[in-house]
């Protein structure tokens, strides 16, 4: 019902973002173990999550067709933000 609303650009824009979201979630759950995963996972599913992120933002958010200032804002946010809890993985180890 919610993707026949969408528009006839977005509506093949949103099924193949939400397949490949979905697709990042089931690869990370499947890649995290019960006990303490190693730090190649952990930056496996932080690398998948940092794709989630982007896709959510150009899609949803539709930051896409947003001014270019807004692009560059949500663009710098998502990098400082994933670097800082990489290198926070990496000092931890």
């Known amino acids: 019902m919610i993707i026949s609303t969408l528009t006839t650009r977005m ?18 759950w499947s890649e995290s173990p019960a006990g303490r995963p190693s730090t190649l996972v952990i930056l496996i599913v932080l690398s998948l999550t940092a794709i989630k992120v982007a896709l959510i933002i150009a899609s949803y958010m539709e930051i ?11 663009a710098a946010w998502g990098i400082v933000v994933f670097g800082i809890l990489t290198y926070t993985l990496c000092a931890a180890f």
């Not at 490949?20 to 990370?28: E, F, K, M, R, Y």
């Not at 896409?64 to 949500?74: M, V």
Request: charged share 10%.
């Open 64 to 74: 896409s067709r947003a001014p270019r200032w807004l692009q560059t804002l949500c």
């Open 11 to 28: 509506r093949g824009v949103a099924l193949p973002t939400w397949l490949i979201l979905a697709g990042c979630t089931v690869l990370s």
